[in-house]
Nanobody, 115 residues
Framework: VQLQASGGGLVQAGGSLRLSCAASGSIFSIDYVGWHRQAPGKQRELVAGIFRTSGTVYADSVKGRFTISRDNAKNTVYLQMNSLKPEDTAVYYC??????????WGQGTQVTVSS
């Protein structure tokens, strides 16, 4: 499985971005798709994810501002980010976990929010 993330960039506080992550390769059953981020000097953290069995989860810091969605026909997961804040600045990674527990990561896309 290969994951290609795109959509990052530089935006002013209060602005919006939409990240996309397209999956290709041998995709059979996916248990989890999600977005994680890592800011300089910090650990990678969950931003938003969709679990096959238990639904959607969001980090408290992004609830009400970010929306995760997926298009199964296109094997693509999106992250719509609104009302961006400088503290959202990070490298954003998409992640997929198969039903066999194998995890795949995208290459990361930089999001920078200026104040």
């Amino acid at each position: 499985v290969q994951l290609q993330a795109s959509g990052g960039g530089l935006v002013q506080a209060g602005g919006s971005l939409r990240l996309s992550c397209a999956a290709s390769g041998s995709i059979f059953s996916i248990d989890y798709v999600g977005w994680h981020r890592q800011a300089p000097g910090k650990q990678r953290e969950l931003v938003a994810g969709i679990f096959r069995t238990s639904g959607t989860v969001y980090a408290d810091s992004v609830k009400g501002r970010f929306t995760i969605s997926r298009d199964n026909a296109k094997n693509t997961v999106y992250l719509q980010m609104n009302s961006l804040k400088p503290e959202d600045t990070a490298v954003y990674y998409c992640k997929v976990v198969t039903n066999r527990g194998v995890a795949y990561w995208g290459q990361g896309t930089q999001v920078t929010v200026s104040s």
